[in-house]
């Protein structure tokens, strides 16, 4: 395990130049979510396919930016989902960006994520990594990540971020967010879920959302790279996750690799705030 980390470690560090001075331009293609893909998105994805590729504990790739698992090693025994540049239509923007990774034993099963790991290249380079405990890493003038703190969840936040056109939520949840603002939440989100739960989880609670709507009655995020991952970091910070109407999005049921989920990471505060308005009225 510690080898497969220090090679994603060793990626995260090739994209962060890259992300400095490559072409920020579209390519031609789209991918399997229908995004027409940056050629950032498709060189972030080279970079960690290269570093992963090497190495014979690796079983398959699965990435946002592929259609299929990439089979590497039949005895390997780990799979490797990832979001190579979440948030990558901001680089444009100069936001913070980041890559998340899911690390699954033998199988993609929501019990079968062993390891998440994120980073974050935003003014200095961050890394989280969590197997019991999320643990943030920061990249020091030597070019190497030191360990800053254990992460952990106050029982309530003050931070709400919520994504999708608000024209399609439903009422349910348009009133669960004005209830969240009435109790003096305040808004923040970028439109990059990494820097978005990373900003609550540093801050120490809040919630962070992306529901069902009536464009995308499965939400917009991917379970397999994207929720899942984050779902292990915010429920071992001691926080809860739902996808509206579940105990935890790792009940979830994975049919496909691509496939999306509403979701809501928090507190407990707000996740159980969330569960009265969704388990009662559900319009
Ligand atoms: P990406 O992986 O293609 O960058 O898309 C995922 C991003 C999330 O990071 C973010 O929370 C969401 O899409 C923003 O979507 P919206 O603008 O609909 O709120
Ligand atoms: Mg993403």
Redesign the pocket.
């Known amino acids: 395990m510690d080898i497969l980390i220090n090679s994603i470690k060793e990626a995260v560090l090739e994209i962060s130049k890259a992300l400095k001075y490559a072409d920020l331009s579209y390519s031609n293609h789209q991918n399997k979510?229908g995004?027409t893909q940056l050629k950032l998105d498709v060189l972030s994805d080279e970079i960690i396919t290269k570093k992963l590729s090497k190495l014979s504990c690796v079983k398959a790739l699965v990435s946002?930016e592929k259609d299929e698992a990439l089979n590497l090693n039949e005895n390997g025994e780990f799979i490797v989902a990832y979001?190579p540049?979440?948030?990558?239509?901001l680089v444009d923007v100069n936001f913070a960006v980041g890559s998340i990774f899911g690390i699954y034993k033998n199988e993609i099963k929501p019990q079968n994520l062993i390891l998440s790991l994120y980073s974050l290249y935003g003014p200095r380079l961050e890394m989280v990594i969590c197997d019991k405990t999320p643990i943030l890493y920061r990249l020091d003038e030597n070019s190497e990540f030191k360990k800053v703190r254990e992460l952990k969840l106050k029982e309530k936040g003050n931070l709400n971020a919520t994504?999708?056109?608000q024209w399609a939520w439903s009422k349910t949840h348009a009133k669960f967010v004005k209830s969240l603002f009435d109790e003096k939440y305040r808004l923040r989100?970028s439109?990059?879920?990494?820097a978005?739960l990373h900003q609550i989880l540093l801050k120490g609670g809040g919630l962070f959302s992306?529901p069902a709507t009536s464009d995308h009655i499965n939400g917009?995020?991917r379970v397999v790279f994207?929720v899942l991952p984050f779902a292990k970091i915010y429920e071992s910070a001691g926080g809860k996750t739902s996808d509206g109407f579940s105990k935890s999005l790792f009940e979830i049921k994975i049919d496909k690799i691509h496939q999306t989920t509403p979701c809501f990471f928090g507190s407990s505060y707000e996740i159980e705030k969330m569960h009265t308005f969704y388990g009662k009225n559900n319009e």
Do not use: C, F, P, R
């Open positions: 979510t995004d946002e979001d540049l979440d948030g990558s239509s994504g999708a056109s989100y439109g990059a879920m990494v978005d992306y917009k995020l994207e």
